[in-house]
């Protein structure tokens, strides 16, 4: 018998007393994807993100999560970081003064007290604004303690709106999807209709460790 070529796949399917059944699949080679469990860590690192600046926050498989989740639009692009509370204080003014200059989307990404990481993905650059804005693109998320992705529910469009003293993502029902203060030092996080989400801390009202946004490049 000839040996079977890499590029067909034979799939088996039998039930009781009858025939198998075969099925011949042509996949193109550049089709096939690597296993993780096989590849090597040169492989492994192809499938991240490159960050052009250092994080206090993000490890492997945080990066791995949510290259996975952001809009198709931002894969494959560097990360740069914006703004970090490590590296440019605590304040919101700050972070607003930041995102001034650029028109393209963020990732917010949180550490508190608690070392839960959880945050936010913005169509929109965070600034100041009398009314909600943002589309649908827009999603908050999780690791706390094992990832959850809360996209829009389609109940509102309540998506982010900016104060001088707090920051505001999801609404509806009473409360906030993500809520910062002035300081970015508390934080509050509660389910609310724009998401649908579960709270994103371990506890409703959390502080903050460490905050970082980032956009793509």
Sequence with gaps: ??????????????????????EIVTVKPDKRRHSLCSSTDSEYEDLLPVLKDNSQILQVHHLQ??????????????????????????????LYRHMA??????????????????????????KVSRYCYGTGETFLYSFSPDFQKFCWSGENS???????????????GGYFGLWLDANLYHGSSYSCN??????????HDFTIQDLEVWTFI
């Design 1 to 22: 018998m000839r040996p079977i070529p890499e590029s067909m796949k034979v799939l088996y399917f039998a039930r009781t007393s009858e025939e198998p059944f075969v």
């Design 65 to 94: 999560q949510l290259m996975n989740h952001i809009p198709a639009r931002t894969q494959g692009y560097p990360w740069k970081l914006l703004y970090s509370t490590a590296e440019h204080g605590t304040s919101l003014n700050t």
């Design 101 to 126: 200059e650029i028109d393209r989307p963020v990732l917010m990404v949180i550490k508190d007290t608690d070392n839960q990481v959880f945050g936010a993905f913005s169509s929109d650059p965070f």
């Design 158 to 172: 309540y998506f982010v709106r900016g104060f001088l003293d707090s920051l505001q993502m999801g609404g509806g």
């Design 194 to 203: 724009t998401f649908y989400n579960q709270p994103l801390s371990l506890h």
